[in-house]
């Protein structure tokens, strides 16, 4: 599975859309981009995934350029709820060899009030 | 739908000793996953489970760890005998098919004295 890069912290003010940029610059073409996040004391919490077109559901935005190095997660309208790690991972998720997620230390969003 | 279930939620034994976790799967998921959470670091896989056939084990120290699935449904990982360094959070994952987002437990967080 390729790499992904992410801030190691990041701030957003209650109310405000909070993005979160990750790089994967060494992104095949059959991997996608998942987004996790982790709140204190819980387990891993799936967001969202993509492989090429943006995504939207009910908790997020995931954008993802149109070379696939880079994507931004966006949390519309963030909460004190929303403070937690997030994860940015790719991951082969189409016959063979999938296995396992592959987690980098990630961000660690503050939600300030 | 209820999500994984994982018990006990904490343990605390002394080092040398045995210590299994259970984890109950969502309903109808065939894949399942255990992984460790070390303290500041994204989790790490040890095995992953298709119905009731370890298809990848290759991250599970076997000197001392044993998995199993029986009936392709509940899971049980062991640690026998357990060491300092087995200090951890193990969360067990599921999903419906390998290449399906994984939705997690909260854990079971392991301390040895």
């Known amino acids: 599975d390729a790499k992904t890069t992410q801030p190691t912290s990041m701030d957003c003010a209650e109310g405000r859309a909070a993005n979160l940029p990750c790089n994967h610059s060494?992104?095949?073409?059959?991997?996608?981009v998942y987004w996790y996040r982790q709140i204190h004391s819980q387990g891993p919490q799936y967001i969202i995934h993509g492989l090429k077109n943006n995504e939207t559901n009910e908790m997020a935005s995931l954008i993802i350029t149109e070379d696939r190095k880079s994507s931004t997660l966006i949390l519309p309208h963030a909460t004190l709820r929303d403070t937690a790690v997030y994860y940015c991972i790719v991951r082969v998720s189409s016959g063979g060899g999938a296995d396992g997620l592959t987690f980098g230390k990630g961000t660690h969003l503050i939600i300030q009030p | 739908e209820a999500g994984v279930v994982q018990s006990p939620r904490y343990k605390i034994i002394e080092k040398k000793q045995p210590v299994a976790f259970w984890c109950n799967p969502i309903s109808g998921h065939n894949t399942l996953y255990w992984y460790r959470q070390n303290l500041g670091q994204g989790p790490e896989l040890l095995i992953r489970?298709?119905?009731?056939?370890?298809?990848?084990d290759s991250q599970l120290p076997k000197d001392r760890f044993s998995a199993e699935r029986l009936k392709g449904v509940d899971s049980t990982l062991k640690i026998q005998p357990a060491e300092l360094g087995d200090s951890a959070v193990y969360l067990c994952?599921?999903?419906?098919?390998?290449?399906?987002?994984?939705?997690f437990g909260d854990g079971t967080r392991l301390s040895i004295l």
């Open positions: 994952a599921s999903s419906l098919t390998f290449n399906q987002p994984q939705h």
């Open positions: 489970y298709e119905n009731e056939e370890a298809v990848d």
């Open positions: 060494t992104i095949s073409g059959n991997e996608y």
